[in-house]
Each structure stands twice: as C-alpha cells, then as structure tokens.
C-alpha cells in the first residue's frame, strides 16, 4: 500500500500556525515581489479567488472581501514543513519527500493494518497537534492511485480528508478530470481530450500499448497504475538535474547597465554554485532578461554561451555572463526579471580536449565553498555581486517565527 499525504494550501495555512487571529478569515499568499497569487486557503477559494492572478490585478476585490494577504515567508515554510516531514515519517518504512509539502509512504512491513482509513486519521491529527498544519490522506496499491485519492481527499465531496482509491476507485477516478491524473497535465490532457478522454476513468479503460505508441511510454505507465499496476518507483537517490537555472524580478525596476550586470552575475554565481552541488559541469548558458509584460513596451532578450570545454568554475562562468549582458542591454528599458540557465551540463567526470582551455580551477572552488560552507552562504562572494538592490519586496511579510530570534513568539502567562 502506498499513501501520499499533502498539506491543504500548504503556504496560507502555515501563515495561520502561529497567528491564530486569522485561521477562520480568508488568506491568500503572493509570489515573489509580491506579483502574483500562489497560495488560496479553502475559506478565500469559496470566494472564487483564483491562483497565479496578478495581485494588481484583483487588489481591490481583496480590499472588498478583507481577504488576509501575506508575502511569501520562505523562511517560515521551509521550517514547517520539515517538521511537518518529521511527523509523517514515523508512520511508514519508507518516505519520499515528493515537493514542500508532499510525502509519499509506502508500507512494507505493515500488513497488521486493517482499517486504513482509521490510520490516515491518525496520521492527520498528529500532523494537526504537532504542527497545527490541515493534511489530506490518500492511500492506493500504486503512487498514482495514491495521489489520486489524495485529491480525493482534499477536494472531492463525501470524504473527510482521507480516501483509500481501491475502495472507491470508481467513483474517485470518474469525478476527476484527466487534467488531474498526476503525470498527465493540461497539455496532454487537452490532446487526450480530443479523443474522447475527459476522466482519469476514460484514461484507466484506454489499451495501455496502443496509447504508447500514440502518445508515450509515460502515459502507458499511468494507465497501468490506474489499474492497480505498479509501474512508478521513486528513486533512493535525488536524481541530478538536467538544467539548472536561477531567476528573479526585481523589487524595483532597473534601468542601469551596471545594476543589470551586476544582477546577472549573481545568478550566475548561484548557477556555477548548484552545478558543484550536484558534481555537474555547465557546456552552455542562457543569459536572459526582460521588463514586465504588463508593460506598454515589452522587452525580452537572451544570449547563449557555449563554453569550449565544460566548467563549473564561477569566476569563468560569470565573465562569459558579463560580456553577455553587453547584448541584452537596450537603453531606456525597465528591466524587471532576469536569470541565467544552465542548459546543457555533463558530469564532473569527463575527457578534456587536448586543444581547448581548461577553464576549470578547482582547488579554488572548492576553498569558496568550504568558507561559505562554514561560515554560511555569501560570506564570500564576487566583486560585482551587489544584492543589496535585488532583495525581494515582500510588503504583506509575517515574521519568521522559527528562524529569527527577534520573531519568536512570546507566550504571556
């Protein structure tokens, strides 16, 4: 049996665990730079608030309604949701952190189980006493059936936050849309909606090899997993990404090309720092940057660089960005987002061409990520790396009650 155990609009809830002022009011969270809506709670959600709308966009119909608005408080999730990963864990024999706020279970060695509905509430309310964060329950004989009744749980009616798809898994697959089917997505389930595939219960009675061919071998394995079939594994070990990117809007548009650079080299300072995490080597970057695209005049540009011999050496990395943003900056623009990409990497295992510059110097970066290793991230940095003029606005923010000493909550007896 597997289980996958997600937490309800995991961003506004965790604003509602230590202010208990605002648990029974409508709370939305913005993205970064407070653009967008990320996060709706079920109370905001029955007032037809969308997700991922500019807040510009729909302020006033917040005002209207006294919605509770929060900045995105990163600090604050991440610190929950490790103790919300804590909780879940004692529960099973295997867990696999899936995103922030989802865990996949499996259940080996607990075949003594006989009411797993009984259990999904118990794991419920621990995860409720101990960290005060509402989680849906989802059990199924495979991931996908697992995640499917987690929705279930969540958000369909006639099930109190826990759902076992081998029971109903008729209905359950039947009232959702194929859209929802985990692995499916919108632009796959429009193209299975031409065919006459609208539920995830039309996509379970589709032949999973004729669906291969037509489409891929994912969608065949999702098919079987529909149908009881074990055929998604989660991996032991994190598999190492295949691009590596790090992005940004700014708090304040800029209009300077030495603010531009100076933005860009630090994503590219951030890139060349995740690739040696992972012990990959960058071949080629993307260099991009753009205004708003609400703005009267968009603006976007972007610049490949393809280096002669792989490198994960940030000061090379961070030249080649420099000579780049000579193409991407235009006068006049209100630059409001930029980011490089690293969009091809190999593994830090390789052959060198006898011909081509060995850009690499390892033993200096190796002493740069000890230091900051030690003494924490940005201790050293590079020259042309001023944040100072890129933090985040984060207007709405709550206080970090876990993680700065001045936030922490204070209990009058």
């Avoid at 989660?234 to 700014?250: G, H, L, N, P």
């Amino acid at each position: 049996m597997y289980a996958l155990v997600d937490a309800v609009s995991f961003y506004a809830s965790a604003e509602k665990v230590f202010d208990p002022t605002i648990r029974n009011k409508p709370v939305v969270v913005l993205t970064n730079n407070d653009g967008c809506i990320c996060a709706v709670c079920p109370i905001a959600r029955k007032l037809g608030i969308p997700k991922f709308k500019p807040y510009f966009q729909i302020k006033s119909f917040l005002e209207k309604h006294n919605v509770v608005i929060r900045s995105s408080n990163y600090e604050l999730y991440a610190d929950l949701s490790e103790k919300m990963m804590n909780v879940i864990s004692r529960f099973c024999d295997n867990q696999h952190i899936y995103s922030i706020d989802e865990s996949f279970l499996s259940f080996n060695n607990y075949a003594c189980i006989n009411d797993w509905h009984n259990y999904g509430q118990q794991i419920r309310k621990a995860v409720w006493k101990e960290t005060r964060l509402p989680v849906g329950v989802g059990f199924g004989s495979t991931p996908t059936l697992a995640k499917a009744a987690n929705h279930a749980a969540k958000k369909l009616s006639g099930f109190d936050g826990v759902a076992i798809a081998d029971t109903h898994k008729k209905d359950i697959l039947k009232r959702m849309s194929v859209e929802q089917v985990w692995g499916i997505g919108t632009r796959l389930g429009a193209k299975l909606n031409v065919l006459g595939v609208k539920s995830a219960f039309d996509l379970a009675k589709q032949n999973p090899k004729q669906m291969r061919k037509q489409f891929s071998v994912l969608v065949e394995r999702t098919i079987n997993e529909l149908n009881g079939i074990k055929c998604l594994s989660w991996d032991e070990v994190k598999q190492a990404k295949k691009e590596i990117f790090s992005t940004r809007s700014f708090g304040q548009r800029l209009t300077d090309f030495n603010a531009l650079k100076s933005a860009l080299v630090f994503h590219a300072y951030i890139v060349a720092k995740k690739a040696r995490e992972q012990q990959s080597l960058i071949k080629r970057i993307s260099v991009f940057a753009s205004s708003s695209p609400h703005d009267d005049d968009y603006y976007k540009n972007a610049v490949q660089v393809q280096f002669s011999s792989a490198t994960d050496n940030t000061l090379y990395i961070a030249s080649c960005v420099a000579e780049a943003v000579q193409k991407i900056y235009y006068p006049g623009v209100k630059f409001y987002r930029c980011g490089v990409g690293a969009i091809e990497l190999d593994t830090n295992i390789y052959q060198p061409d006898l011909f081509a510059k060995d850009t690499n110097n390892i033993e200096l970066m190796q002493c740069l990520d000890a230091i900051n290793n030690r003494y924490g991230s940005g201790t050293l940095q590079l020259g042309s790396m001023k944040t100072e003029k890129f933090h985040m606005r984060r207007e709405f923010m709550s206080p970090r009650f876990t993680s700065q000493w001045q936030d922490i909550p204070k209990i009058h007896c």
